[in-house]
């Protein structure tokens, strides 16, 4: 059904489908004028089987009397039905119209339809009415209308029905079905694929891929296919759906789409072997004759003449609205897109073709047998080779079937009759079960096995109830399926009814509507019912028709309410007649029987199955033949074999369908549409009402109408009721809040309205059919009395406001008189003059006054604003006085401190702030101008809405002034029908005696059409006798060449498998050798991984060595328990790194296992390709064996001809292996290419793993860098902890040398990857420089080719000049010699017919070489210009490749440059970390030397202690000893000295020691000075890596972008390369063609002078010479079609190798750009192992650097000691100066404090002032929209009385004027403009919303816009590529 293509040219939007969905408001307003009458408006039965609408007269007796126009009528009352209000006019649901009945049903469908609008409800069913023209509502736009919205929310469509069936799935977790019926021709097809497409759009799955089809694709690519192969041209539709469908979309959980199956009913095999005249077959048989696909006629062995196959030919064999060509096209696609191999679909065409074929198998009687023999070999042989088997075991077959006789197998033979229906069973069942075939494919395919199927929508596409006037089989299979659906239906009805009054609590009688239907479906499915019986007597052998008809007569008839005699009168010979709901229908049971059984033929079942054709043995699987007889009885054998369990027939297997769809439709929440054929001429908006009412009455429609009228059709919300109704009730109803006792109320207050005929629900009131009717009849009454009364108000209103004027008039004439007279008496009196010039003055304005005021308010309006300017002045000076001592601070903290870190980051925050401020301010300032935008929006709303009452106010006028002319007419137009009443009674007279003529007439022509019909049929039969003649012998000449060029097409076909074999062999040691080597590379991994392993045993032995060393000399380190915490963490890290290698290892590993294991899976399939070879092999054979038996007899007569062709097949055979050669060179570079490309993109993984692996170590290394930063601030705080830090140090020293030997393992492995790589992409690049010369010498040759089409073109001419003179000269000497043909009359006789054959033939070949030349020049047009415009993007995709190398170039350059910065970074990050570890050093050893010198000096004062303690001694003993005094003072100079060299020496340690403190204090200062170096310049050059870093990755990001640019713009240089190589190839098989056909028109020429001379010589030898030209030219002939067929192969397989290598060149190319990327990660990857290297190496060094320090301390101690005390005075020094520091810092931070205090209340007062403006304008706002509303209700109100006023005045006059009938006229047009009143009230008030949602739908259709044309080119350039690979894959597939 159209509707779905979009009007409009493309990028343009989608139409507006409102129109086509919607009643508009003019219409509603159009059909609320029309006249109604609500006691006499009724239907009445019109001639054409419609209605028409009628006047009550009177009723009495069951007879009812109306008034059609003027006509009075009399009809029974059963057939008036009453007319519903206005109201319900274009209703959208037919279940709401309060009169239900027939007529009222089919006039709300017309109205409807007429109106465009083609969906309908009808209660639970949706109607589509076909309108044969194509509407915008299947557009995206209306998707997005229908989407996620209810059924009542939402016009009547299909898509509401599909979008209420997905949400009920989702939210009631259960399956949906839809249930779509109609007659052919209405539309169910393509409603069904709607339903698909909307799902396929809503539930989109989203898993797209760059190789694999959508799943959305292949559902909505399965129409084709089915179409093609289950549709037909009937005498209704020309694409009649002959089959019905059920067809399951699965869903996943979340409602996305999981896939598709289809099952098939009831397929129509009857017209796969006959068609009536103007219908025809199914639509595949006219496709394979189409030149879409050019070597279709070739393997299918079809010819180009519909007419040679009797099965399709019978009737039409064209369609004017279908193009067979483009849906061949479509057809083939689909197969592809459905993922169909090559193989089966060329079965599948095959197949089809032997169908077609099979009705060109004849038979005739042999001799005076009984049996038959085959009348001719030729279409027999077509169809055997089709299938698979020999044609002479075929005819064997149908013509002597064999049958089992006992335990012997017999053969019976068979007449002309019985063969022919063999025949035709076989063909029917071949078709039958290609069908079938089809769709369980589809099926596979549709399903995604990665998706869970939750739950599904179904929709079932089946035909609907059929009353022809030939009833059949067909026909009542067809009406017991919608017997059982309507029943299904009634039962559902009867379910949702009970389930709706039961929610709503109302009391009814229940009734089961599906019981109605009972006796009918029992009747048919009982146990004696009539597919019993049907089954019992197909099962009889010898039960016929006639005993059927007998049985179910004697069962049924009489007894069985449904059964009835036949009532048919269009088939006069029908058996019975069953009554089903939709109507009496007759049936015919001839045929029957065999149509149940459709036997076919076991013997040829079973040879069909021995076939080669695998789908055809597939097909026949489930049938079990004729399989294992006797082998004695080879030759003999039975027709038929008894299964085991009995035969199926069709109606066992149509029954077992038809139980398993009812219960899964029973499982499901089904959902009903309708489809209706408006009238058989397909005119959009044509009706015919009885073709209408017949498909309403077959579709179930009245009967689902029937059944709401049995209960409360009608439901009316309450708030609606109580809206419409409360009228009715009064006062009492308005005092009610409670909606239902509102209801209630106004029910019972209502004059004649029983409770019967309503019921009171919990949200709606029920009522009975037509009761809405007497509503609103009160209604109309009520509010008919309320207007006559306002009107009766304002009258009076404006008489008293009239007579008020009126006397204020003439007391105003006294006063002026008054004062006319007192002005006359003083006008000359001087003081009146005085006071008459002195009046203007009084009360004048002192414009001084005025002046001063006005200057007071300027003064003071700028005195504030000079406050203003003082105010911002002295805030400027104070800001900039605060930025001045800012920026002192800064200056004071840079040269005090040197790290403003902290406070850029609170300026970085308070900046941040003030943006954030600054765009707040900003927002409000939009938001101002956006509601200043409102306001004048809203007073622009105001003056268009004062233009639109003004508008409104003069339609009103210019209404009445219509109102007043249409009076005026309708007088005249009474006088006019009285007269025109009398012309009719008379015409009626003259018309019922032409009718009597014309009935006589048509009497008359109906028997001379009947014998012109007779003889008509006469005529063609004989017609066709004489064709078929002239086909046959056709036939039987070229039977023969048939039979040679099978032989030729045997040996060539012979010789290609040879070369395959070669070729698959070659292929196969390569997978080994490529094994091999696999294996031996694995092997080399092995010897170096245990290598490594045993490098890194011996590392890690010398590092424990080394570690011990280490300890040994650092005993004393105790301390530093937090830091050795994060280094052993630092070694869980590296530790879990050390893993990640290992596992990636085990990965690499196993990719190995699974690469060999691919091998094994290769060479098994090598093996079977090699076992197919050989089964193909003896095939070719046996096929040897059985044509060289046919072909000995024609050796003997064309030896010389072979030895001719031999050796042009050996030359071409010569080229062919040439050719292979190149093909094989061309594979095993693709293979290469392949495997290089896979080898690559391993490594490419490899090395980005490698990569993440290093990265992750960098920053761990990074980590402990800051760590060591860490570490030097805490030497200052903590010195004893120095050695405990080293000892860590050491043992990460540790971890990193393991880390280093790993690394240096990758790094050995990654610099072999790459060295690969580089040689690979050198060999890439000189294979692209190879493949560029190539496409040079295609330019050149193509060129050549050109040239020579010119040339050919040329030639051409000249024989089509030459074979104009040749057939003037032929005609000149016939009629020269037709005298003298008299002597040889039989001979020359023959001889004239094979000339003017063979002179027509080649006139027939010389216009279809004309034909071909036209259509060669115009593709030579059309290349030409192909040819330039790829020239052009050729050129522009060099530059912009040429570009893109530079920039690559560039951008290498750019990477190099920041690597160099990135590694001397890092360098200087290194050396700056030794100085700080040299320091560190220094400072230890400073330490130790200090407390060396301690500990002497302590020794010293011991000493010196210990000599006192001596002195004292001394002293004592001299006292006591007595010694002498010499001696003592010997002893005292002595001592003296030794005390003076000990205080010498004391004062030099105590001033040693000061120089060492000292030092010691330098060393701290240098020290610190040295780490906030470090910090500043670690912290410059991080944020310089950061910002290279963050360059580089845009550069790279712009370098991926311009890169895919790139591959797109080459992908379609190369597109487009091949599209024109492809033209090329073409065109050169099209010159080639017309080279060899121009050959051939020679040499007939010459052939054709030669004779003519002959003739002229010698007429007696005349004969032997026509003999000896003949054989000469078919040799000639026959030699040059081997050698064209020869010459075609050869270039066949030349452009697919062409096309294998052109392909293999993208590959390459594309390869050669990865490769490009490659080798920039790795050189990436190389400069990241250079770094880590180096940095490897300066740990080593720094580890030998401390171990030669940590000998040196010891020896700098020593000398550190007398620097200590100096440098402890420097310390504290320092400490003071640091104190000092900090003391300022923390006031610099205090003053920053406040500052930004301040800064935050500035801001907070801005903010303040900028929400009150905001809060002061919306307040404003407020006030103008209540003004804007105050304004608007006066002018409503202004408008309504000046409406109410005009009204008033023109009724008054038209009282005075006219009677009662125009009084109650005008109360209509009263009625009615108030309606109007309404209707713009409500569009003010709509207006304004619509707007607003307009707003909010243009906002989201612009975003769901730009995704949808995002997505749109996404789907285009992944088409483009599908397109791309499909033809790729099936140019390899042909290869």
């Known amino acids: 059904m159209p509707g779905h293509v979009k009007l409009g040219n493309t990028g343009e939007p989608d139409p507006d489908p409102m129109p086509y969905l919607v009643v508009s408001q003019d219409m509603r307003r159009a059909d609320m004028n029309k006249p109604y009458d609500p006691r006499k408006s009724v239907w009445a039965p019109a001639p054409d089987g419609g209605f028409v609408e009628a006047m009550l007269d009177s009723e009495a007796g069951g007879k009812t009397t109306v008034y059609v126009g003027h006509e009075k009528k009399v009809f029974k009352s059963e057939q008036i039905g009453q007319i519903n209000p206005p109201k319900f006019e274009k209703c959208e649901d037919m279940a709401n119209l309060t009169y239900l009945n027939d007529a009222s049903v089919f006039w709300n469908l017309k109205t409807r339809y007429q109106a465009k609008l083609i969906y309908t409800y009808s209660g639970l069913f949706c109607v589509v009415v076909n309108p044969y023209k194509r509407f915008p509502i299947y557009t995206p736009t209306v998707v997005k209308v229908y989407l996620g919205k209810r059924r009542n929310e939402v016009p009547p469509h299909l898509w509401a029905i599909t979008e209420t069936a997905y949400r009920n799935m989702l939210q009631n977790t259960k399956d949906q079905s839809m249930l779509i019926t109609g007659e ?185 047998d009984e049996q038959c023999e085959p009348d001719g070999l030729e279409w027999a042989t077509k169809a055997a080779t089709l299938c698979g088997v020999d044609a002479e075991g075929l005819l064997k077959a149908f013509v002597k079937p064999r049958i089992k006789v006992g335990t012997e197998w017999v053969t019976k033979g068979q007449n002309i009759d019985q063969a022919t229906n063999a025949v035709g069973g076989i063909a029917r069942a071949i078709y039958d079960r290609i069908f079938k075939w089809l769709i369980s494919k589809c099926n596979e395919t549709l399903i995604d096995p990665t998706m869970k199927k939750s739950h599904f929508v179904a929709v079932l596409d089946i035909a609907g109830f059929e009353i022809f006037e030939y009833n059949g089989f067909e026909q009542i299979s067809i009406n017991f399926v919608n017997e059982k659906l309507q029943q299904f239906f009634n039962h559902h009805m009867f379910v949702v009814e009970q389930e709706e009054y039961i929610s709503e609590g109302i009391d009814w009688a229940m009734v089961d509507f599906g019981m109605d239907l009972a006796a009918c479906i029992i009747m048919f499915e009982k146990p004696m019912g009539i597919w019993a019986i049907l089954e019992e007597e197909s099962l009889f052998p010898k039960a016929t028709d006639k005993t059927f008809e007998e049985k179910v007569k004697a069962q049924h008839l009489g007894k069985s309410p449904p059964m009835a005699k036949p009532q048919s009168k269009t088939d006069k010979n029908a058996h019975f007649a069953i009554i089903h709901y939709a109507g009496i229908v007759s049936y015919n049971v001839t045929g029957w029987l065999e149509k149940n059984k459709d036997p076919v033929n076991d013997t040829v079942v079973d040879l069909l199955k021995k076939g080669s054709n695998a789908l055809l043995v597939h097909l026949w699987l489930d049938h079990p033949g004729q399989t294992a007889p006797p082998p004695a009885d080879d030759a003999k054998g039975g027709k038929k074999k008894k299964k085991g369990g009995g035969a199926k027939t069709v109606s066992s297997v149509y029954l077992v369908q038809l139980q398993s769809l009812m219960t899964t439709l029973h499982s499901t929440e089904p959902h009903f549409i309708r489809c209706i054929v408006p009238n058989t001429h397909k005119q959009p908006g044509g009706v015919e009402p009885q073709l209408i009412m017949h498909q309403l009455t077959c579709n179930g429609v009245l009967e689902g109408i029937r059944i709401c009228m049995r209960g409360f059709p009608n439901r009316i919300q309450y708030p609606d009721f109580r809206q419409r109704y409360q009228v009715l009730g009064g006062a009492k109803s308005n005092s009610e809040k409670d909606p239902k006792k509102c209801a209630q109320i106004i029910l019972e207050a209502t004059e004649g309205f029983e409770p019967e005929k309503y019921r009171l629900g919990h949200t709606k009131v029920f009522f009975r059919a037509g009761s809405l009717a007497l509503l609103e009849e009160k209604r109309d009454e009520i509010v008919t009395a309320l207007i006559r009364k306002i009107q009766g108000g304002c009258f009076g209103f404006m008489s008293r406001k009239d007579f008020a004027k009126r006397k204020a008039k003439r007391d105003y004439i006294t006063v002026i008189q008054r004062n006319l007279r007192k002005y006359k008496e003083h006008k000359d009196w001087n003081w009146f003059m005085i006071i008459q010039k002195t009046r203007p003055l009084i009360g004048l304005v002192n414009v001084e006054e005025e002046l001063r005021v006005l200057e007071e308010k300027a003064n003071e309006a700028y005195g504030f604003y000079q406050d203003q300017l003082n105010t911002k002045a002295k805030l400027e000076e104070e800001n900039n006085e605060l930025s001045a001592e800012l920026e002192g601070l800064r200056a004071t903290i840079r040269h005090e401190q040197g790290d403003l870190g902290a406070y850029q980051e609170k300026m970085a925050k308070f900046s941040a702030q003030k943006a954030d401020l600054e765009i707040q301010l900003q927002e409000n300032r939009q938001k101002l101008e956006r509601e200043e935008r409102a306001r004048q929006n809203a007073t622009e709303e105001k003056r268009n809405f004062e233009r639109e009452v003004g508008s409104v106010k003069q339609e009103a006028s210019e209404m009445q002034a219509r109102l007043d002319k249409s009076s005026q007419e309708k007088n005249k137009l009474d006088q006019m029908l009285r007269g025109l009443n009398d012309e009719v009674v008379h015409q009626d007279e003259v018309i019922s005696k032409l009718n009597k003529e014309k009935r006589h007439l048509s009497d008359s022509m109906n028997k001379f059409n009947d014998e012109l019909a007779t003889n008509q049929d006469k005529f063609a039969h004989l017609n066709d006798v004489k064709a078929k003649l002239e086909k046959t012998l056709d036939q039987m000449d070229s039977a023969l060449e048939n039979e ?108 190995l296992e699974e690469s060999s294991h691919a091998t094994v899976a290769q060479m098994e399939l090598n093996k079977k390709r090699e076992s197919e070879i050989m089964k193909l092999r003896k095939d070719v054979e046996e096929i040897n064996i059985q044509h060289e038996a046919t072909l000995i007899s024609l050796r003997r007569k064309h030896q010389d001809a072979v030895a001719e062709m031999s050796d042009q097949i050996d030359q071409l055979n010569k080229l062919r292996a040439r050719i292979e050669k190149d093909k094989g060179t061309v594979r095993m570079q693709l293979d290469d290419t392949r495997a290089a490309t896979d080898h690559v993109n391993h490594d490419k993984s490899v090395a980005e793993k490698n990569l993440k692996a290093l990265d992750g170590q960098l920053m761990q290394l990074q980590k402990k860098i800051d760590d060591h930063v860490a570490a030097l601030v805490d030497y200052e705080n903590q010195n004893k902890r120095l050695t405990s830090e080293n000892a860590n140090l050491f043992t990460r020293l540790e971890d990193l040398m393991g880390n280093a030997s790993i690394l240096q393992k990758v790094k050995i492995q990654l610099a072999s990857q790459l060295d690969d790589a580089k040689r690979n992409c050198d060999e890439e690049a000189k294979e692209r420089q190879s493949l560029l010369g190539r496409f040079r010498t295609l330019e050149h040759e193509y060129d050549g080719v050109k040239s020579h089409c010119d040339d050919e073109i040329q ?300 003739r002229t010589a010698q007429f007696e030898e005349e004969q032997r010479a026509k003999d000896e030209a003949r054989d000469m030219m078919l040799a000639a002939e026959r030699r040059a079609g081997s050698l064209q067929n020869g010459l075609e192969e050869a270039k066949t397989m030349l452009d697919q190798a062409d096309r294998a290598r052109k392909q293999s060149e993208q590959e390459l190319s594309d390869t050669n750009e990865t490769l490009a990327d490659l080798t920039v990660q790795n050189q990436s990857l190389n400069s990241a192992k250079r770094k880590l290297d180096q940095d490897l190496g300066d740990l080593r060094g720094e580890a030998d650097e401390a171990a030669s320090d940590a000998r040196m301390t010891e020896d700098k101690a020593k000398r550190a000691m007398l620097d200590a005390a100096k440098i402890a005075e420097e310390l504290r020094y320092e400490q003071e100066f640091a104190q000092a520091l900090e003391k300022e810092r923390k006031d610099m931070e205090a003053r920053a404090h406040e500052i930004q205090v301040q800064v935050d209340d500035a801001e907070q007062n801005a903010i303040k002032w900028g929400r009150k403006m905001v809060a002061k304008l919306d307040s404003r706002v407020k006030e103008l929209e209540a003004e804007l509303d105050t304004e608007q209700r006066r002018l409503g109100d202004a408008t309504k009385n000046f409406r109410k006023a005009d009204r008033g005045i023109k009724e008054y006059t038209f009282r005075q004027e006219e009677d009662r009938k125009n009084a109650e006229r005008m109360q209509e047009l009263v009625d009615r403009l108030q309606n109007q009143v309404r209707n713009y009230k409500k569009q003010i008030e709509e207006a304004e919303e619509i707007a607003a949602l307009n707003l909010a739908k243009y906002r989201k259709a612009q975003v769901e816009l730009q995704e949808s044309l995002e997505r749109a080119d996404l789907n285009e350039q992944a088409l483009a590529k599908y397109r791309a690979r499909g033809r790729s894959a099936s140019i390899a597939r042909d290869f």
């Open 1044 to 1151: 040679k060029r099978l032989k030729s097409n045997v040996e060539k076909e012979r010789r290609r498998m040879e070369g395959e074999l070669k070729i698959s062999q070659e292929s196969v040691l390569d997978l080994e050798r490529g094994k091999r080597e696999l294996e031996q590379a694995i092997l080399r991994k092995d010897t170096e991984i245990h290598q490594m392993i045993t490098n890194l045993d011996d590392e890690q032995a010398g590092m424990n060595r080394i570690q011990k060393n280490i300890k040994e000399l650092q005993a004393r380190v105790e301390e530093l328990e937090e830091e050795l915490e994060a280094e052993r963490q630092g070694r869980a890290k590296a530790e879990r790194q050390r893993q990640d290698l290992a596992r990636e290892l085990d990965e690499l590993a196993e990719r």
């Open 184 to 368: 052919s021709g209405a539309g169910k097809t393509e409603n069904t694929k709607k339903v698909i497409s909307y799902l396929a759009m809503v539930a989109s799955s989203g898993k797209k891929s760059g190789k694999k089809v959508s799943l959305e694709d292949q559902i909505v690519a399965t129409n084709p296919i089915l179409e093609s192969y289950g549709n037909a041209k009937t005498s209704r539709n020309d694409n009649s759906s002959r089959f019905g469908k059920f067809i399951r979309i699965h869903f996943t959980t979340t409602g996305k789409l999981a896939g598709c199956d289809i099952e098939s009913y009831l397929l129509e095999k009857s017209r796969i072997t006959q068609q009536q005249e103007v219908e025809r077959s199914y639509h595949i048989f006219y496709q394979l004759l189409m030149p879409f696909v050019p070597d279709m006629k070739a393997k299918c062995e079809l010819s180009d003449d519909i007419y040679d196959y009797s099965y399709v030919s019978q009737g039409k064999t064209s369609v004017a609205s279908i193009d067979d060509n483009e849906e061949l096209e479509y057809t083939d696609n689909a197969f592809d897109i459905l993922g169909f191999s090559e193989t089966e679909k060329w079965d599948c065409f095959k197949l089809t073709a032997a169908v077609m074929s099979m009705g060109e198998i004849k038979f005739k009687q042999k001799g005076r």
């Open 1355 to 1654: 030639q051409k001419e000249e024989v089509a000049r030459q074979m104009a003179k040749a057939s003037d000269e032929c005609n000149l000497w016939r009629m020269k010699y037709e005298n003298d043909i008299l002597i040889k009359v039989e001979e020359l006789e023959a001889t004239k017919i094979k000339l003017q054959a063979r002179l027509a033939e080649a006139e027939s070949t010389m216009e279809s070489l004309n034909g071909r030349l036209m259509a060669l020049e115009k593709s030579k047009d059309a290349t030409a210009k192909e040819i330039e415009e790829m020239a052009m993007r050729v050129d522009q995709a060099n530059v912009l490749y040429n570009q893109a190398e530079r920039k690559i170039k560039m951008m290498d350059a750019a990477i190099a440059e920041w690597k160099s910065k990135a590694d001397s970074a890092s360098m200087e990050l290194n050396n700056s970390q030794k100085e700080c570890r040299n320091a560190s050093a220094e400072l230890f050893r400073v330490k130790n030397g200090y407390e060396e010198a301690a500990s002497q000096l302590d020794e010293v004062k011991r000493e010196n202690n210990n000599l006192s303690e001596e002195i004292k001694d001394l002293m004592e003993q001299i006292s006591e000893g007595g010694r002498s005094i010499h001696e003592i003072e010997k002893q005292r100079k002595k001592l003296e000295s030794e005390k003076f060299e000990l205080e010498s020496a004391l004062s030099d340690a105590e001033g040693a020691l000061e120089q060492e403190e000292n030092k010691l204090l330098r060393l701290n200062l240098e020290v610190n000075q040295v780490r906030a170096d470090i910090e500043k310049r670690i912290q410059e050059k991080e944020e310089e890596f950061e910002g290279t870093k963050r360059n580089h990755a845009k550069q790279l990001e712009q370098m991926q972008f311009n890169i895919e640019a790139e591959l797109k713009a080459k992908a379609e240089a190369m597109r487009m390369r091949k599209k024109l190589e492809l033209d090329v190839t073409e065109l050169e098989s099209a010159l080639e063609h017309a080279s060899l056909a121009n050959m051939e028109l020679q040499k007939n020429i010459k052939g054709y002078q030669e004779r003519i001379k002959e």
